[in-house]
């Protein structure tokens, strides 16, 4: 069973940065699609960001609009680890974050193809 521990939420203000890190057990960590989600109180689940296998141990990664030319995803597989980096964070950030991992290497926008969730991490941006 594979476990993913996020860490790194907290309180910012906008325009501040937070950095957002997974741990993820388990082996072949480098060849799986990682995602990022959010959800804000009274809204669904939404794809933030994603960063999947592509040929030539290369990899793709996607973003949501609303999160485009300020947050990257990106990842270290020697420490089982991606990471989200929120810049230029705005009020409507706010919600609670959480890892994902689809062992099916799809692109990972979609959430119903992750196979494991963390519990996630609160992240508040005030005004």
């Known amino acids: 069973q594979v476990q993913l521990v996020e860490s790194g939420g907290g309180l910012v203000q906008a325009g501040g940065s937070l950095r957002l890190s997974c741990v993820a057990s388990?082996?072949?960590?480098?060849?799986?699609?990682m995602g990022w989600f959010r959800q804000a109180p009274g809204k669904e689940r939404e794809f933030v960001a994603a960063?999947?296998?592509?040929?030539?141990?290369?990899?793709?990664?996607d973003y949501a609009d609303s999160v485009k030319g300020r947050f990257t995803i990106s990842r270290d597989n020697a420490k089982n680890t991606v990471f989200l980096q929120m810049s230029s964070l705005k009020v409507e950030d706010t919600a609670v974050y959480y890892c994902?991992?689809?062992?099916?290497?799809?692109?990972?926008?979609?959430?119903?193809?992750?196979?494991?969730w963390g519990q996630g991490t609160q992240v508040t941006v005030t005004s």
């Open positions: 994902a991992q689809d062992t099916e290497r799809n692109r990972g926008l979609d959430p119903r193809t992750y196979d494991y």
């Open positions: 388990g082996p072949t960590f480098n060849r799986y699609t």
């Open positions: 960063h999947s296998w592509a040929a030539g141990r290369t990899y793709y990664a």
